[in-house]
């Protein structure tokens, strides 16, 4: 499975971006796809993830009411829609997919994309 991730960009706070992740190879079945997100000297967080068969979402705290995930099955893509963004929401986000038993568990995931940066500013 390969991944990329793309849709990065500048934007101020309050504001909405939409990143993207696009998948080829093997079909997808049972994965999840997650949303992670690195900040400059913090470790790698959990944001969003989504069960390919069914839809189930997953959000952290942070991201819970504000970010949707969403895919579309026809073009193996999946989508964050990130609305009111805040300074500390700036990071390079990353997909990542796999047979996920814990959407959140970061070790779970087995293919990652190469992330794409999002700067928030005040």
């Known amino acids: 499975v390969q991944l990329q991730a793309s849709g990065g960009g500048s934007v101020q706070a309050g504001g909405s971006l939409r990143i993207s992740c696009a998948a080829s190879?093997?079909?997808?079945?049972?994965?999840?796809m997650g949303w992670f997100r690195q900040a400059p000297g913090k470790e790698r967080e959990f944001v969003a993830a989504?069960?390919?068969?069914?839809?189930?979402?997953y959000y952290s705290e942070s991201a819970e009411g504000r970010f949707t995930i969403a895919r579309d099955n026809a073009e193996k893509t999946a989508y964050l829609q990130m609305n009111r963004l805040k300074p500390e929401d700036t990071a390079v986000y990353y997909c990542?997919?796999?047979?996920?038993?814990?959407?959140?568990?970061?070790?779970?995931?087995?293919?990652w994309g190469q992330g794409t940066l999002v700067t928030v500013s005040s």
């Open positions: 990542a997919a796999g047979s996920v038993k814990h959407a959140r568990h970061i070790r779970e995931y087995d293919y």
């Open positions: 190879g093997r079909t997808f079945g049972n994965y999840v």
């Open positions: 989504i069960r390919w068969s069914g839809g189930s979402t």
